[in-house]
């Protein structure tokens, strides 16, 4: 069964502080992985698209990468600011238009 | 936002009623999803479409119907709604399907209540 598991579901840090979240998956075949960013009340907002060979990919203070074989992935947050806090979705494509599979996602709150 | 908009934004419902739900993309974008977001779940896809007149069923289709007459517009009806069709329900649009630069934009999401 194709799914995609997050971890942790919520996380909780300081304002200044850096932090990693993770993605496991089991789909196949793979075509990408995306991370999306998903403010309270908005829909989700692509961060990073990775296909097979790219192992990192930045997009500024936003890091992921990515590990094929072992089919994991991580996102990591530098400096987190307050503007930071929002839900992240881990997804997953398989290809074809209904090939999206995406994580239930982890709950980000940065504290001042 | 990548010019989608949803009508309405928020909806109360009775069980039983039809309800329909609008996307309107300004993108011209050939692909559009409408997909179902709860507590404990990922986003679900419930219909698409890959053209005018063009749809096909996604994963949790069941009690849904939908219509594409325009490219920019992207319809999802409820014929009948239930108390479990409670949800935020999102479109996104998507330019093409070629593999690995598929880069799919979400609307605003309309919060539907069904009681």
């Known amino acids: 069964k194709n799914q995609v598991e997050q971890s942790p579901q919520s996380l909780i840090i300081l304002e200044g502080k850096n932090c990693t979240l993770q993605?496991?998956?089991?789909?196949?075949?793979?075509?990408?992985l995306r991370w999306y960013k998903q403010d309270t009340g908005r829909g989700p907002v692509s961060l990073t698209i990775?296909?097979?060979?790219?192992n990192t990919k930045s997009n500024g203070r936003y890091t992921a990468t990515l590990d094929a074989d072992t089919k994991q992935s991580s996102l990591h947050i530098t400096a987190s600011q307050l503007s930071d806090s929002a839900s992240y979705i881990c997804?997953?494509?398989?290809?074809?238009?209904?090939?999206?599979?995406f994580g239930k996602g982890t709950h980000l709150i940065i504290q001042p | 936002d990548a010019g989608i908009t949803q009508s309405p934004r928020h909806k109360v419902t009775e069980t039983g009623t039809p309800v329909t739900l609008r996307c309107h993309q300004t993108e011209n974008h050939r692909y559009m999803y409408w997909y179902r977001q709860d507590p404990g779940h990922g986003l679900r896809l419930i219909h698409y479409s890959y053209g005018v007149k063009d749809t096909d069923k996604g994963e949790v289709s069941d009690g849904y119907s939908v219509s594409r007459s325009k490219t920019e517009d992207f319809l999802l009806t409820l014929e009948s709604a239930t108390s479990s069709q409670t949800s935020v329900y999102f479109c996104a649009i998507s330019e093409s399907m070629r593999a690995g630069r598929t880069e799919a934009f979400f609307g605003q999401g309309t919060r539907l209540t069904v009681v």
């Open positions: 993605c496991n998956y089991t789909v196949s075949p793979f075509s990408n």
């Open positions: 990775m296909t097979f060979s790219e």
């Open positions: 997804v997953v494509e398989r290809g074809g238009a209904d090939g999206l599979t």
